[in-house]
């Protein structure tokens, strides 16, 4: 009910405790203009959640490192993707990891991600991986191309159609872009729960 930025609560006094040291600036764009993402990527800022950068490039095709960065800021820690090194990227990654997001035999910093890729590694990240991965024929979604989905994706397909990263097509085989990963991201962290 308090505005602000909180650390959290003292569990001996129930007092709230301020974060001073580490307050976070809120994060902003300049380059959203004309964007289909703007506001999710906007709400996204919102929370901290994002890129450190004053450039989101939602136009820009995902790569892997870029999503792992994405993800990684909900918990905190927005970073700016260019300026991070190989070599300095393990904790992300291992952050990544341990959410499901890929495994580590997965591991491709600079791959182009598929609109399917993002799907699977946010499905999988936020729990929903066992369910798509139910077998049995029994998913089923509206798709205009749902007959290109194969059998294994449909799971993931119906799960992101119930909750919106995708609507018309599912498009997996389409590289995705920087707002699109943000916008099915925000689709995710919004679910009920």
């Not at 703007?38 to 870029?66: C, M, N």
């Not at 798509?132 to 994706?153: N, W």
Request: glycine share 12%; proline share 4%.
């Amino acid at each position: 009910e308090r505005e602000g930025d909180y650390a959290g609560v003292d569990a001996k006094t129930g007092e709230v405790i301020r974060d001073w040291g580490n307050a976070q600036q809120p994060l902003a764009y300049t380059d959203l203009a004309g964007s289909a993402a703007r506001a999710d990527i906007e709400k996204l800022a919102g929370y901290h959640v994002g890129f450190a950068s004053d450039s989101f490039r939602p136009g820009k095709v995902i790569t892997q490192w870029e999503l792992v960065c994405l993800v990684y800021s909900v918990q905190g820690g927005a970073l700016d993707p260019d300026a991070r090194s190989s070599d300095d990227r393990e904790s992300e990654y291992y952050a990544a990891y341990r959410l499901g997001l890929l495994t580590p035999a997965e591991r491709n910093d600079g791959a182009v991600l598929t609109r399917g890729q993002v799907i699977k590694m946010l499905l999988n990240a936020a729990g929903y991986g066992p369910a798509a991965r139910l077998g049995g024929g029994i998913f089923t979604c509206a798709y205009s191309d749902k007959g290109s989905i194969p059998e294994e994706d449909l799971g993931y397909a119906a799960i992101a159609q119930a909750l919106g990263m995708a609507s018309t097509t599912y498009a997996a085989a389409r590289s995705a872009t920087r707002g699109e990963a943000a916008s099915m991201l925000c689709r995710v962290l919004e679910r009920p729960a």
